[in-house]
């Protein structure tokens, strides 16, 4: 790794010292350890300072110089495991991989990086040019998390249209049951607005309920799907706020014909057909 590996990345160090110019081929050998590592064998102790041993047969001590915080090189769903970092001068027998952040668009300066690199070193292969965003959405992971995203939510959006569709019946009902009632309101003076706010309200308290029974369980059930989950933890208020606020809109919508037909009440009407 060079010394602006994890500036470039946005790593945070969070013990110890960088790479820096002076980590040559010709220094000693020094590592950087990942948050994962230092956890994992360092447990409630600071791994800067701390030598690890070669697997190399000749006894080699190499001294940990940094910690930095965990970066996500794997899939998106799997665990990070313990990462150790060393200077690319150091370890440079082996291909590299070139990460360059930009400040403006990122698909034009790739054809411009593989041609200064060329430049530079005519001897030098470059393949897999491609954005960060690029590298996200083409892996195997994030196409299975986005396939299950659009299967979920096309079964959220039918649930959305049968929640709406039955809230609309079981309103329709209750007021078609009522009509007799509603009808003696409206005949000793209950306004139309009065009759209106008396159904609304009733139709919120039971969604209200159902909201609140929703949340419970989304969270029960997202508790168990935490494996599908990236990014978003299973108590996320604001997903969860988003969500009840879209149903709680779909449903006062569902409600409303059926507050209107009861509004619209004839009160002579009602009575004799009782």
Avoid at 198 to 225: K, N, Q, Y
Avoid at 259 to 272: G, I, T
Wanted: net charge neutral.
């Amino acid at each position: 790794m060079s010394p602006s590996y994890f500036g470039t990345l946005g790593a945070k160090l969070l013990g110890g010292r960088n790479f820096n110019e002076s980590d040559g081929a010709s220094a000693p050998q020094v590592t950087i350890a990942n948050r994962t590592f230092a956890r994992t064998y360092f447990p409630n102790e600071d791994a800067v300072g701390k030598q690890i041993v070669e697997h190399s047969g000749k006894g080699v001590t190499i001294p940990i110089i940094g910690v930095v915080d965990d970066i996500r090189e794997g899939a998106l769903d799997a665990t990070i495991p313990p990462v150790l970092y060393f200077p690319f001068e150091q370890r440079c027998d082996a291909g590299f991989a070139l990460v360059v952040r930009t400040a403006g668009g990122e698909q034009g300066l790739l054809p411009a990086i593989a041609a200064t690199i060329r430049r530079i070193e005519a001897g030098i292969v470059t393949r897999g040019a491609m954005s960060m965003l690029d590298r996200i959405q083409d892996s195997q992971s994030a196409y299975m998390h986005r396939s299950l995203a659009w299967l979920v939510g096309g079964f959220a959006a039918v649930a959305l249209l049968l929640s709406a569709v039955g809230l609309y019946g079981v309103v329709a009902y209750s007021v078609n049951q009522r009509n007799r009632e509603i009808g003696i309101r409206a005949a000793l003076g209950a306004s139309r607005g009065a009759i209106y706010v008396m159904i609304m309200s009733e139709a919120g308290r039971l969604i209200g309920l159902g909201t609140a029974a929703g949340i419970g369980a989304s969270i029960a059930a997202a508790g168990l799907m935490r494996g599908l989950l990236f990014g978003v933890g299973f108590w996320d208020i604001p997903t969860l706020t988003a969500v009840a606020g879209v149903l709680g809109t779909v449903a006062l919508l569902a409600s409303l014909i059926p507050a209107r037909r009861a509004a619209s009440v004839d009160p002579v009407e009602s009575l004799r057909a009782e």
